[in-house]
């Protein structure tokens, strides 16, 4: 008898084990892909993508530096767990910007907006390119939002004038380029 009872037990902890076990990698697996950046990656990726006028002024130390600003800035003010179904989140060109140059006055670090915003730039194309940032080609995302209902308004009101009402009537509606496929603007 007892060892019917030590082998429920058993039974008991090892099913207990596997479905703890199966819910923590069912969460891990609906968590998205990792993305690992490399900082010495990153720092030559910049380095050569910067302009040489900002490459003869600023040491690698200090691109270093300007690019822990940057990260801290994403991790500071847009970062949301993986579980949350938020929007994305938006923000202003200039907001990371205002936010480093603070920043650089904090530590000492003597760079120019300029500088600083180029180093933005590249830093941001870093993370474009390894897949840790993703942002939206700003016309596809008018167009996205043109063709949007209005949160409270009529489901057929869209948020942005388009020129889907340009009839074949029309004779300022000027025919695609190059066939039937409407270009793109890049």
Known sequence: MVYVLLVLAALLVVA???????????????MPDQVVIDG?????????????SITASLSYDDLRRLLRLHL????????????TDAPP?????FDPLAYVMERCE??????????????I???????????????DDPVDVEADLARAPQLEGS???PLLDTDDDVGPDD????????????????
């Open 16 to 30: 207990a084990a596997f479905v703890f076990v199966g819910h923590a990698v069912g969460s891990t697996e609906a």
């Open 40 to 52: 010495h990656e990153a720092i030559e990726f910049c380095a050569q993508a910067l302009p040489d």
């Open 72 to 83: 801290e800035w994403i991790q500071a003010y847009h970062w949301a767990p993986a579980s």
């Open 89 to 93: 989140i938006i923000f202003e060109q």
């Open 106 to 119: 904090v530590v000492g670090l003597d760079v120019d907006p300029e500088e600083a915003a180029a180093v």
């Open 121 to 135: 730039q590249a830093h941001s194309d870093y993370l474009q390119v390894v897949g840790a940032l993703h942002i």
């Open 155 to 157: 489901a057929a009101t």
């Open 171 to 186: 004779p300022d509606a000027s025919a695609p380029a190059g066939g039937d496929e409407p270009s793109s603007h890049k």
